[in-house]
Protein backbone atom coordinates (compact mmCIF):
# COMPACT_ATOMS: atom_id res chain seq x y z
CA UNK A 1 0.00 0.00 0.00
CA UNK A 2 1.89 3.33 -0.79
CA UNK A 3 1.79 5.26 2.01
CA UNK A 4 0.50 9.05 1.92
CA UNK A 5 1.87 12.49 4.20
CA UNK A 6 -0.57 13.66 6.44
CA UNK A 7 -0.53 17.40 8.02
CA UNK A 8 -2.90 18.79 10.48
CA UNK A 9 -5.17 21.33 9.27
CA UNK A 10 -4.77 24.84 10.39
CA UNK A 11 -8.52 25.88 10.07
CA UNK A 12 -9.85 22.71 11.97
CA UNK A 13 -7.10 21.10 13.42
CA UNK A 14 -7.89 17.70 12.04
CA UNK A 15 -5.84 15.67 9.10
CA UNK A 16 -5.29 16.93 5.98
CA UNK A 17 -4.04 13.72 3.46
CA UNK A 18 -1.86 14.34 0.15
CA UNK A 19 -3.60 13.61 -2.61
CA UNK A 20 -2.86 13.97 -6.62
CA UNK A 21 -5.28 15.77 -8.43
CA UNK A 22 -6.72 19.49 -9.88
CA UNK A 23 -7.18 22.31 -8.00
CA UNK A 24 -8.61 25.69 -8.78
CA UNK A 25 -7.40 29.05 -7.48
CA UNK A 26 -8.60 32.46 -7.86
CA UNK A 27 -6.19 35.43 -8.80
CA UNK A 28 -7.63 38.69 -9.34
CA UNK A 29 -10.27 37.89 -12.03
CA UNK A 30 -8.96 35.23 -13.40
CA UNK A 31 -9.18 31.48 -12.75
CA UNK A 32 -6.21 29.02 -13.02
CA UNK A 33 -6.06 25.51 -12.41
CA UNK A 34 -3.48 23.54 -11.45
CA UNK A 35 -3.93 20.00 -12.49
CA UNK A 36 -2.09 16.54 -11.41
CA UNK A 37 -0.65 18.63 -8.56
CA UNK A 38 0.40 17.28 -4.96
CA UNK A 39 -1.62 18.96 -2.57
CA UNK A 40 -3.31 18.17 1.39
CA UNK A 41 -6.65 18.13 1.52
CA UNK A 42 -9.26 18.38 4.69
CA UNK A 43 -12.13 16.74 4.06
CA UNK A 44 -13.59 18.85 7.20
CA UNK A 45 -13.18 22.22 5.78
CA UNK A 46 -12.47 22.39 1.90
CA UNK A 47 -9.05 23.72 2.90
CA UNK A 48 -6.16 22.81 0.70
CA UNK A 49 -2.37 23.24 1.53
CA UNK A 50 0.61 22.56 -1.03
CA UNK A 51 4.54 20.74 0.46
CA UNK A 52 7.13 23.30 0.89
CA UNK A 53 9.62 23.20 -2.49
CA UNK A 54 6.75 22.68 -5.14
CA UNK A 55 6.86 26.88 -6.39
CA UNK A 56 3.17 26.90 -6.31
CA UNK A 57 3.18 30.54 -5.64
CA UNK A 58 6.09 30.91 -8.67
CA UNK A 59 3.78 28.75 -10.23
CA UNK A 60 0.43 30.90 -10.28
CA UNK A 61 2.27 34.28 -10.62
CA UNK A 62 4.22 33.31 -13.62
CA UNK A 63 0.58 31.99 -15.42
CA UNK A 64 -1.58 34.94 -14.24
CA UNK A 65 1.21 37.07 -15.91
CA UNK A 66 1.27 35.36 -19.01
CA UNK A 67 -2.53 35.07 -19.25
CA UNK A 68 -2.38 30.76 -18.61
CA UNK A 69 -5.46 29.55 -17.14
CA UNK A 70 -4.39 25.82 -17.32
CA UNK A 71 -0.95 24.48 -15.20
CA UNK A 72 0.06 20.95 -15.98
CA UNK A 73 2.13 19.95 -13.02
CA UNK A 74 5.45 17.57 -13.92
CA UNK A 75 7.52 17.30 -10.43
CA UNK A 76 10.15 16.13 -12.70
CA UNK A 77 10.00 19.00 -14.45
CA UNK A 78 8.47 20.97 -11.40
CA UNK A 79 5.57 22.35 -13.63
CA UNK A 80 5.43 23.25 -17.39
CA UNK A 81 2.44 25.87 -18.57
CA UNK A 82 0.06 24.46 -21.09
CA UNK A 83 -2.20 27.43 -22.74
CA UNK A 84 -5.68 25.64 -23.80
CA UNK A 85 -6.38 28.43 -25.71
CA UNK A 86 -3.34 28.49 -28.27
CA UNK A 87 -2.75 24.44 -27.43
CA UNK A 88 0.92 25.28 -27.61
CA UNK A 89 2.85 24.77 -24.04
CA UNK A 90 5.56 26.88 -23.15
CA UNK A 91 8.71 24.55 -23.90
CA UNK A 92 7.25 24.11 -28.10
CA UNK A 93 9.63 25.82 -30.12
CA UNK A 94 12.24 26.50 -27.47
CA UNK A 95 14.77 24.18 -28.67
CA UNK A 96 17.84 25.51 -30.26
CA UNK A 97 19.71 24.13 -33.41
Not at 44 to 47: I, L, M, R, S
Given at each position: ?K?YFK??????N????????AV????G??????????????E????VA?RK?L???D???K??R?????????????A?L?N?KSG???T?G????
Open positions: MRITCKACVDMWEVTGKHKITENILISNAPFFFCTCGDYGGITILVAYEGYNVVIFDEEDLFNPRSEEDEKA
